[in-house]
């Protein structure tokens, strides 16, 4: 999936020279969590959060009162609080590398640009929305983890195994084990109707299923 087919294209921007004030007003309004911050010519300057504004709009609030404070925060302009230094994607993005920039960045959004113009901006909660759709997640669905050495034809042999009796694998995925080195862990996610089956055929082909957390995943190594 790329950033391009799930990026919100219906921007909300405020000017540089704009209020917090109005930053904040426009933040409340339309429920978002980040204000993209453009010059006239529509060029990126900025982004400003409504984590960032908050934390700004509390700092002075036990040394002033209401009057000072709505006074002092109408002489603060965006420009003056905003990132600068902000990253950026391109529409053909793939969403798992926009998920690493934002781990990586410790950022919750990215604005997504396209020739040098701003077209679009994606947030975490879109990506991992995405993730989880791409992971078979939904309250029918049930996770079986399966321990399996890195080689050739592992996984070929565990989609034979449910093949032939007639079980579609709603998502696969599989990553390194940390600590046993040459161990992968394969997690499936079949239709409820199908897991004990599953469980049972898998196991009796000697791949030892794990259906719940274990902090022991001795058990569960692949036989060598």
Not at 47 to 64: G, N, V
Not at 72 to 82: D, F, P, R, Y
Not at 118 to 132: E, F, H, K, P, Q
Request: net charge negative; hydrophobic share 45%.
């Amino acid at each position: 999936m790329y950033i391009g087919r799930i990026m919100h294209t219906e921007l909300i921007t405020i000017a540089p020279d704009a209020t917090l004030v109005e930053a904040r007003s426009l933040i409340e309004r339309n429920k978002i969590d980040h204000l993209l911050v453009v010059d006239s010519s529509g060029e990126l300057k900025g982004i400003l959060s409504d984590r960032d504004l908050k934390l700004y709009w509390a700092s002075p609030a036990t040394t002033l009162s209401n009057h000072e404070l709505s006074y002092l925060l109408e002489k603060i302009l965006v420009k003056m609080i905003m990132v600068k230094a902000v990253k950026t994607v391109a529409p053909d993005t793939t969403v798992e590398r926009a998920a690493l920039i934002m781990q990586e960045n410790n950022i919750n959004s990215l604005p997504v640009m396209e020739n040098e113009k701003l077209v679009g901006i994606i947030t975490s909660t879109d990506v991992m929305g995405v993730l989880l759709e791409a992971l078979g997640m939904n309250e029918e669905s049930v996770r079986l983890s399966v321990l399996v050495d890195d080689r050739i034809g592992k996984l070929a042999e565990v989609a034979a195994i449910l093949r032939d009796l007639a079980i579609n694998i709603e998502s696969l995925v599989t990553w390194p084990v940390r600590k046993h080195p040459g161990i992968h862990q394969l997690v499936i996610r079949l239709s409820g109707d199908d897991g004990p089956k599953a469980v049972v055929a898998l196991n009796k082909n000697n791949f030892k299923v794990m259906t719940r957390y274990v902090k022991d995943l001795s058990p569960y190594l692949p036989s060598s």
